[in-house]
C-alpha cells in the first residue's frame, strides 16, 4: 500500500494565523481526501482533492477557509486559514489503497491559541 | 440518522474474554465494509475489510447483513495490545471517501 509522509506532525499557532499541512505520496493517486478528527470525535471529511480540478469541499467546509492545491498525483496541501480555537484538531489525508482499504498519513495534531 | 452508527463504549473487559461490536449504516448504497483500528494519538490502520460471505482473520470476526444494514466484528481472546478505538467504514463506491462512525473504544485489563 502507499506510504504518506504528512507534515507537520503538530503544531500551536496563534488565533488568525494559518497554517499549511503537506502530504506526499509515494506513488501516484488519483484521489486525496482530507479530513478533521476534532477531539473525541470520529472523522469527518474535508473535501476530496482532485489533481488538475479544485476540491470538492464537503458541506460545512468552503475553499476560503480550507484551501487545498493538488499539483500533481504525489502530493497535496491543506491551509487552515484564519485560525480559531475551534480549529484546533488532528487534520489528516488520506489515499485509497489495495483491496479497498485507505491509507493514512500520520496526522497533524494543531492546536490554536 | 447519522450515517455509521456505533456504540460509542468504552468496553472495559480482561484479558482472554471476547468482545463483540456492532455497526449500522443508513446508506443501502454502500458498497465496501471496513473495520479500522486506532490507537491514541495515530492514525487509524485498516483492520480488515467486510465481506458478505463473512471473514476472519485470527482471533477477529467480521460479519455484514446488508438486509439489515448492519456489521459487527467480535474479538475473541483478547489481549491487552487489543485496546483501542474500533472504527466501522463505509464506502459507497471505489475511490470515493470513506465515511467513519464514531468509534468504539475497547479496554482489555489484566
Do not use: H
Amino acid at each position: 500500500s502507499a506510504v504518506i509522509s504528512q507534515k507537520p506532525s503538530r503544531d500551536i499557532c496563534q488565533r488568525g494565523t494559518s497554517l499549511t499541512i503537506q502530504c506526499q505520496v509515494d506513488s501516484q493517486v488519483t484521489m486525496m481526501f482530507w479530513y478533521r478528527q476534532q477531539p473525541g470525535q470520529s472523522l469527518t471529511l474535508i473535501a476530496t482533492a482532485n489533481q488538475g480540478s479544485e476540491a470538492t469541499y464537503e458541506s460545512g467546509f468552503v475553499i476560503d477557509k480550507f484551501p487545498i492545491s493538488r499539483p500533481n498525483l504525489t502530493f497535496s496541501t491543506l491551509t487552515v486559514s484564519n485560525m480559531s480555537p475551534e480549529d484546533s484538531s488532528i487534520y489528516l489525508c488520506s489515499v485509497p489503497g489495495p483491496r479497498g482499504g485507505y491509507t493514512f498519513g500520520s496526522g497533524t495534531r494543531l492546536t490554536v491559541v | 440518522r447519522k450515517e455509521v452508527e456505533q456504540d460509542p463504549g468504552p468496553f472495559n473487559v480482561p484479558e482472554g474474554a471476547t468482545v463483540a461490536f456492532n455497526c449500522t449504516y443508513s446508506n443501502s448504497a454502500s458498497q465496501s465494509f471496513f473495520w479500522y483500528r486506532q490507537d491514541c494519538r495515530k492514525e487509524p490502520k485498516l483492520l480488515m475489510s467486510v465481506y458478505s460471505s463473512g471473514n476472519e482473520d485470527g482471533r477477529f470476526t467480521a460479519q455484514l447483513n446488508r438486509a439489515s444494514q448492519y456489521i459487527s466484528l467480535l474479538i475473541r481472546d483478547s489481549k491487552l495490545s487489543d485496546s483501542a478505538t474500533y472504527l466501522c467504514v463505509v464506502n459507497s463506491r471505489a475511490g470515493t471517501a470513506l465515511i467513519f462512525g464514531k468509534g468504539t473504544t475497547l479496554s482489555v485489563s489484566s
